[in-house]
């Protein structure tokens, strides 16, 4: 015989609000305010449209950056900075070989046998670096190059216009005096024949930007030669490391260079009438 279950009513266990009650009564009492507020972000797009459009910081930047075309005193101002850096005094006393140019050698084909490359050293012919960026706000003065025991230490001055962000000098202009560095130092190498920068080729570079180099100082550029599995008199590796006034390391780079004798060959084919 089957039982009879009584039905129970089952009642809600939990409490709903009134008809009476806001929503806005349930918010969180201790709620934070928004981190981001509106009113100050319309108005900082506002201003930065505003700058945007009239150049306002550009012309700024500009008016601070000019610099004199006629200026004789500049050059002067710079080669006696040049002069009072620590580096530069350490090395004048310390036995090292000092050129100023950034340029190939002074060579006379008939005397090439016995060539030092030691000898001193004058523009033959022309680059982008003491050509078209030798001027106020460029390369203004010529570098100067320290050699020893086949280390260069080159003191470089680089100005407002080789800027690709504003003070901070483009990475092409430095890679470009990498390049230029690195001939030179091969150039100058006991491990290498020919003296001629104009030689030498970059077969490969390699380029760790560290630091921002900025503008309106002197870079100093310390390169020497390290080994590598089949150096010859026609190939070399070299490394190079680029530091502020203050030391500071903002580049660091390496690359193999290979002698292939284009210079020489044109200057003896240009000798002999060739």
């Known amino acids: 015989m089957l039982r009879r279950i009584p039905f129970k009513r089952f009642v809600r266990s939990y409490a709903v609000r009134s008809e009476y009650d806001s929503p806005f009564d349930y918010l969180p009492k201790n709620r934070k305010k928004p981190f981001i507020s509106w009113k100050a972000t319309l108005f900082f797009i506002g201003l930065g449209s505003y700058i945007s459009y009239s150049e306002v910081i550009l012309d700024r930047y500009a008016e601070f950056t000019e610099m004199e075309e006629k200026n ?23 036995g090292w070989t000092r050129f100023e140019t950034w340029e190939d050698f002074n060579h006379n084909i008939l005397d090439h046998q016995n060539f030092t490359k030691k000898d001193d050293i004058d523009g033959v012919t022309g680059t982008i670096l003491s050509h078209t960026l030798s001027k106020p706000g460029g390369f203004l003065i010529k570098p100067v190059i320290f050699a020893k025991d086949d280390e260069t230490v080159t003191l470089v001055h ?27 130092n091969a150039a100058l190498s006991s491990f290498t024949k020919s003296g001629y920068k104009g030689d030498f080729k970059v077969e490969n570079i390699s380029i760790n930007y560290k630091y921002p180099s900025f503008a309106n100082q002197f870079l100093i550029i310390k390169t020497k030669k390290i080994p590598m599995e089949g150096e010859n008199d026609k190939l070399i590796k070299l490394e190079t490391i680029i530091e502020n006034e203050g030391g500071k390391i903002l580049v660091k780079s390496q690359a193999v260079l290979h002698d292939t004798g284009y210079v020489s060959k044109s200057s003896l084919k240009k000798f002999i009438g060739l």
């Open 158 to 184: 680089a100005g407002y216009r080789l800027c690709g962000y504003p003070f901070i000098v483009h990475g092409g202009i430095i890679a470009t005096m990498l390049n230029e560095t690195f001939k030179r």
């Open 72 to 94: 004789d005193f500049l050059p002067i101002k710079l080669k006696y900075k040049l002069t009072q850096l620590p580096i530069y005094q350490k090395l004048m006393k310390n």
